[in-house]
């Protein structure tokens, strides 16, 4: 059954009626442009088909009652506050509390969500429901809510709600992604440009490798990541490290005395570069040539932001050793999915090299499939 016939089941079976209308919103991966986001830089993100599908009505009563597929019990509230809600229903809660606090008038409402964005793999779980009830609530509401100030809200939701540090990558692309289009998001003006990204035709693939190697950045490494990166802009006197260009980069880096800010701050500074220059590459039709970025971008995070773990390297090693034209960890690090560039006629070989890797060294299997770019969050 697909996940938007699951939500409409599970609304029937819970709610004894058929919802006014079913809203999904994608998980999605991040091309290039890792931890660019809080340092006001760009991301180049594109959405999954893997979506979680919000099935809503709006109730008699007051109040928000949620059931989930993922959960035995559904939770209900009323007006809450950050702190009030916890669990996969703080993403719900969250989400009504941001829209009040942004002046809305949310109509009471009955939800039921099913899901197949896979949890805790760096693929966004958590933005694909924010954006699918937010999405439904707005619809529902008949907010006047442009679509480019969707993702603020969502990650307001995330940030003082829920209580995770992340910056805007997530929900933006959740929100704001087209079908075949990778979205270049400059995250400091918010503004987009839809850059056509048609694998299919250059004969190329996306696989994703999920690592299955736990993931999880609500801990400290990343807050620990953005307080390193904001104390650095400080020392340097910019608003962000976007404001380091990469011509100044040797400057800036023999202004730090800590030698772990400057890796930093090296890292942001070439990943805005390397976002830039797959921009580039991409707006000329050579996809194939982003290979190299992709994977320096790796060897980036790897060396100088340090957040990739055993089993993301090793993918990605494999991956290039077996033929990809580059591979990278995808998301905020720690565990979660790598990407890797293929020859669309080389996705088997590519899987077996890379599930041997992780046999030869004792890893638990990973999960892999060819991506392609899929729709933003919508009404169905
Ligand atoms: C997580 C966060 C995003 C972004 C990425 C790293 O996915 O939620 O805001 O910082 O990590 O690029």
Redesign the pocket.
């Given at each position: 059954m697909s996940v938007a016939s699951s939500a409409e089941a599970a609304f029937q079976k819970h709610y004894g009626s058929a919802p006014a209308g079913l809203w999904a919103a994608p998980g999605r991966v991040?091309l290039i442009?890792?931890?660019?986001?809080?340092n006001d830089g760009f991301?180049l993100p594109f959405a999954l088909p893997q979506q979680t599908v919000a099935a809503v009505a709006p109730a008699r009563e007051p109040g928000w009652t949620v059931h989930s597929d993922l959960a035995d019990e559904p939770v209900s509230f009323g007006t809450t506050a950050p702190g009030d809600i916890g669990g996969w229903a703080a993403y719900v809660a969250g989400v009504v509390w941001s829209l009040q606090q942004a002046g809305f008038d949310v109509p009471p409402a009955r939800i039921a969500l099913s899901s197949d964005v896979p949890l805790g793999s760096?693929l966004?779980s958590?933005?694909a429901l924010e954006s699918a009830v937010l999405t439904a609530l707005t619809d529902l509401g008949g907010f006047d809510l442009p679509v480019e100030k969707r993702p603020g809200l969502a990650?307001r939701a995330?940030n003082d709600y829920v209580g995770?540090p992340?910056?805007?990558?997530?929900?933006s692309a959740s929100i704001r992604c087209q079908e075949g289009k990778a979205l270049f998001l400059d995250c400091r003006s918010l503004e987009v440009e839809q850059i056509p990204f048609d694998l299919a035709a250059a004969g190329l693939a996306i696989l994703i490798i999920n690592s299955n190697a736990p993931h999880q950045?609500v801990d400290g490494e990343?807050g620990a990541r953005?307080k390193s990166c904001e104390e650095a802009a400080r020392v340097l006197g910019v608003p962000a490290l976007r404001d380091v260009p990469v011509e100044g980069l040797a400057d800036a880096l023999a202004r730090l005395d800590d030698e772990v800010m400057r890796r930093r701050v090296r890292h942001i500074v070439t990943e805005n570069q390397r976002v830039l220059d797959t921009v580039e590459l991409l707006r000329a039709d050579r996809v194939r040539d982003i290979g190299p970025l992709l994977t320096a971008s790796h060897a980036s995070m790897r060396d100088d932001f340090e957040?990739t773990v055993a089993q993301v390297d090793v993918a990605v090693e494999a991956a290039l050793a077996a033929g990809a034209y580059g591979a990278r960890m995808?998301?905020?690090?720690f565990g979660g999915c790598v990407l890797a560039l293929i020859d669309a006629d080389r996705a088997e070989e590519t899987t077996a090299a890379v599930v041997r890797a992780y046999a030869e060294k004792g890893f638990t299997a990973p999960t892999i499939w060819p991506a392609t770019a899929a729709a933003g969050a919508r009404k169905l």
């Open positions: 991040n442009g890792e931890h660019t986001d809080y991301v760096g966004s958590s933005a990650q995330e995770a992340t910056g805007i990558l997530d929900q950045h990343y953005r957040i995808t998301g905020g690090g």
